[in-house]
């Protein structure tokens, strides 16, 4: 390694490349980049590896061992890059901010990756990409293409060990498992704006979506970009509006629903649940005549008629705008029925239909009309209700 040159800011530089590093030892295992050396062997399978360390924390893969483990839900990791990474998940950290465009992301090697498709041009051909041969989605990795065709074949490889219950990937039996055999609901996610907690990231980014699209930046003064919808302060960073929600505007749940026991830390939390009591629905698809509660649950609908970022179901003719839609509506195609009623043992395929059912063996009427003191067990019993007894006063 006569070759390798020390720069004069002190830094080890490239031959091949002119990357500098800082350390020796880092730019040796560098150069195997260039020549192809991996002189590491794996002891339990064929595989080499350029580093010791790398190595290492392949064998793990082998033993089992996953030494770094997250205090926030039960995931533990073989590397530590791997824990922090993780952990920017339940804190919806994204330090890497693009310069082209205002998103922010959560390793750098998201943030190069967005760049290289939407900004240097690079990204308009899949050079070093993986694509989807069932619709046009591109993927960084082989591995999440992988789970992701799972989607369009049907397979689901993943067993629950203790229901019939089939997945496409370990996460998705991971979830299973925490939320509906571990007897409670673990909320490991938590927003960094409000401090609500959520079971899932997707739950979590669903939130940011409905709720926080409100800290949006001011065009009219650039040093103060997020404004409070509730007062006329406005901040530097979306995390001082957060704070400043939290401490001033989100101190309790003070917002109760009239119809029901639910309360809420926002008036516009609280404008949408009443939603699902009065039947409105003022977001309408563009394309037919249903409408929505919410903008984003519109917009996924729309995808079901351009088939954009669409899934689509290899049993039938049907399109979903997301692959959690899909799954769900899987469930029709099989036999399985996991959900099962402790008083009659009648069974059920989704979960959602054992806890509506449940209701016929309990005295819960949660959908009280707004027109009138009448409550029913179910929100097709009052559609109807208002339907037939309040249509001509509206």
Same mark, same amino acid.
């Given at each position: 390694?006569?070759?390798?040159?020390?720069?004069?800011?002190?830094?080890?530089?490239?031959?091949?490349?002119?990357?500098?590093?800082?350390?020796?030892?880092?730019?040796?295992?560098?150069?195997?980049?260039?020549?192809?050396?991996?002189?590491?062997?794996?002891?339990?399978?064929?595989?080499?590896?350029?580093?010791?360390?790398?190595?290492?924390?392949?064998?793990?893969?082998?033993?089992?061992?996953?030494?770094?483990?997250?205090?926030?839900?039960?995931?533990?990791?073989?590397?530590?890059?791997?824990?922090?990474?993780?952990?920017?998940?339940?804190?919806?950290?994204?330090?890497?901010?693009?310069?082209?465009?205002?998103?922010?992301?959560?390793?750098?090697?998201?943030?190069?990756?967005?760049?290289?498709?939407?900004?240097?041009?690079?990204?308009?051909?899949?050079?070093?990409?993986?694509?989807? !041969?069932? $619709?046009? *989605?591109?993927?960084?990795? %082989? /591995?999440? @293409?992988?789970? #992701?065709?799972?989607?369009? +074949? =049907? &397979?689901?490889?993943?067993?629950?060990?203790?229901?019939?219950?089939?997945?496409?990937?370990?996460?998705?039996?991971?979830?299973?498992?925490?939320?509906?055999?571990?007897?409670?609901?673990?909320?490991?996610?938590?927003?960094?704006?409000?401090?609500?907690?959520?079971?899932?990231?997707?739950?979590?980014?669903?939130?940011?979506?409905?709720?926080?699209?409100?800290?949006?930046?001011?065009?009219?003064?650039?040093?103060?970009?997020?404004?409070?919808?509730?007062?006329?302060?406005?901040?530097?960073?979306?995390?001082?509006?957060?704070?400043?929600?939290?401490?001033?505007?989100?101190?309790?749940?003070?917002?109760?629903? !009239?119809? $029901?026991? *639910?309360?809420?830390?926002? %008036? /516009?939390? @609280?404008?949408? #649940?009443?939603?699902?009591? +009065? =039947? &409105?629905?003022?977001?309408?698809?563009?394309?037919?005549?249903?409408?929505?509660?919410?903008?984003?649950?519109?917009?996924?609908?729309?995808?079901?008629?351009?088939?954009?970022?669409?899934?689509?179901?290899?049993?039938?003719?049907?399109?979903?705008?997301?692959?959690?839609?899909?799954?769900?509506?899987?469930?029709?195609?099989?036999?399985?029925?996991?959900?099962?009623?402790?008083?009659?043992?009648?069974?059920?395929?989704?979960?959602?239909?054992?806890?509506?059912?449940?209701?016929?063996?309990?005295?819960?009427?949660?959908?009280?009309?707004?027109?009138?003191?009448?409550?029913?067990?179910?929100?097709?019993?009052?559609?109807?209700?208002?339907?037939?007894?309040?249509?001509?006063?509206?």
């Amino acid at each position: 390694m006569s070759h390798i040159k020390e720069s004069t800011q002190g830094k080890y530089v490239c031959p091949h490349c002119n990357k500098r590093l800082r350390e020796r030892e880092r730019l040796v295992v560098h150069i195997r980049t260039h020549t192809g050396e991996r002189p590491f062997k794996c002891s339990h399978c064929d595989k080499c590896f350029r580093s010791e360390q790398t190595r290492k924390m392949h064998i793990r893969t082998h033993t089992g061992e996953k030494p770094y483990k997250c205090s926030q839900c039960d995931k533990s990791f073989i590397a530590s890059s791997g824990l922090v990474f993780h952990r920017r998940m339940h804190s919806g950290l994204k330090p890497f901010k693009c310069p082209d465009c205002d998103k922010n992301f959560r390793t750098a090697s998201d943030l190069e990756w967005h760049r290289r498709r939407l900004h240097t041009g690079i990204g308009n051909s899949t050079q070093g990409a993986h694509v989807c !041969p069932h $619709c046009p *989605k591109i993927y960084r990795y %082989p /591995s999440k @293409l992988a789970v #992701h065709i799972r989607t369009h +074949t =049907g &397979e689901k490889p993943y067993k629950c060990p203790l229901c019939d219950t089939w997945y496409t990937s370990v996460e998705g039996r991971r979830m299973h498992l925490t939320r509906i055999h571990s007897g409670t609901e673990k909320k490991s996610f938590q927003c960094s704006l409000c401090s609500e907690n959520f079971s899932s990231y997707s739950a979590l980014t669903e939130n940011r979506k409905t709720l926080h699209k409100r800290v949006s930046k001011s065009a009219d003064e650039p040093g103060t970009p997020y404004k409070c919808s509730h007062c006329d302060k406005k901040f530097k960073t979306a995390s001082g509006c957060g704070k400043h929600l939290r401490n001033v505007h989100l101190t309790g749940k003070t917002y109760k629903c !009239p119809w $029901c026991d *639910k309360q809420y830390a926002l %008036p /516009s939390l @609280l404008t949408l #649940h009443k939603r699902s009591h +009065t =039947g &409105e629905r003022p977001f309408k698809c563009t394309h037919c005549d249903k409408r929505f509660i919410t903008k984003p649950t519109c917009n996924k609908h729309i995808q079901l008629h351009t088939r954009e970022n669409g899934h689509h179901c290899p049993d039938c003719d049907k399109w979903f705008g997301s692959a959690s839609r899909l799954r769900d509506h899987s469930k029709v195609h099989t036999v399985d029925k996991p959900y099962q009623c402790a008083d009659c043992e009648k069974c059920f395929k989704r979960k959602s239909n054992l806890v509506e059912h449940e209701r016929i063996h309990s005295s819960d009427t949660p959908y009280k009309c707004p027109l009138c003191d009448s409550r029913f067990k179910f929100s097709k019993k009052l559609k109807q209700h208002k339907r037939v007894h309040h249509e001509e006063e509206s």
